[in-house]
Structure formats: structure tokens, C-alpha cells
Nanobody, 117 residues
Framework: QVQLVESGGGLVQPGGSLRLSCKAS???????MAWYRQAPGNHRELVAS???????NYADSVKGRFTISRDNAKNTVDLQMNSLTPEDTAVYYC????????????WGQGTQVTVSS
């Protein structure tokens, strides 16, 4: 079992950047890690994921703007977000899925990202 704590959210102007960080309470090596987001009135959606060996995957809406990375030694997963738009406004969640399983079992409490002028 792993506990996840996100940080780095806040208010940013359109076109700006933010970097979210997720710190795990234990080793993340056996987990695929991901960031989801949920805007008011919307379903939670996958933003980006990264396998235990570092292979990333992105939602079409963020390709070329967001970068997910992980540091297995530090048990952290980051999400660098550039060229932000108001449509990126949401609560962002860090989550973990054990290798070989289907569902993301572990979730952080979320961090708010607001893109507004």
C-alpha cells in the first residue's frame, strides 16, 4: 500500500506553466503512476501516465504541452504543465496502479489548478 501527496497547484495565467509533484510514502517501482484531473461537472479523466520503466502516455488534449516524469529513487512523480489554458482548470490527482493490474487503487487528495487571467 502507498500513500500519495500532491503539491504544486495554484493560480496561473493562460499561457503560463506549473509543475505538480506527487510524493509517495513508499517505493513506487512496482507501480504505473498517473495524473488524472476532474473539472466541475466533468468526469475524472486521465491526463498522463508513466510505467515503472519510464514510458509515458498522454491524453490528446495535453500532448506537446505536459510532461510526466518519475524518480523511483525519490518516490516522486512530477507533471510539468506548459502553455496552460482555462480548459486545464481542474483538481489534479496523483494515482498508482500495481504492475499487471487494471485499476488505479491509490489516490492522493488532489491539488487545485486554476488557469485564469
Amino acid at each position: 500500500q502507498v500513500q500519495l501527496v500532491e503539491s504544486g497547484g495554484g493560480l496561473v495565467q493562460p499561457g503560463g506553466s506549473l509543475r505538480l509533484s506527487c510524493k509517495a510514502s513508499g517505493s513506487i517501482f512496482i507501480y504505473t503512476m498517473a495524473w488524472y484531473r476532474q473539472a466541475p461537472g466533468n468526469h475524472r479523466e486521465l491526463v498522463a501516465s508513466i510505467t515503472n520503466l519510464g514510458s509515458p502516455n498522454y491524453a490528446d488534449s495535453v500532448k506537446g504541452r505536459f510532461t510526466i516524469s518519475r524518480d523511483n529513487a525519490k518516490n516522486t512523480v512530477d507533471l510539468q504543465m506548459n502553455s496552460l489554458t482555462p480548459e486545464d482548470t481542474a483538481v489534479y490527482y496523483c494515482t498508482a496502479r500495481p504492475i499487471g493490474t487494471t485499476y488505479y487503487n491509490y489516490w492522493g487528495q488532489g491539488t487545485q489548478v486554476t488557469v485564469s487571467s
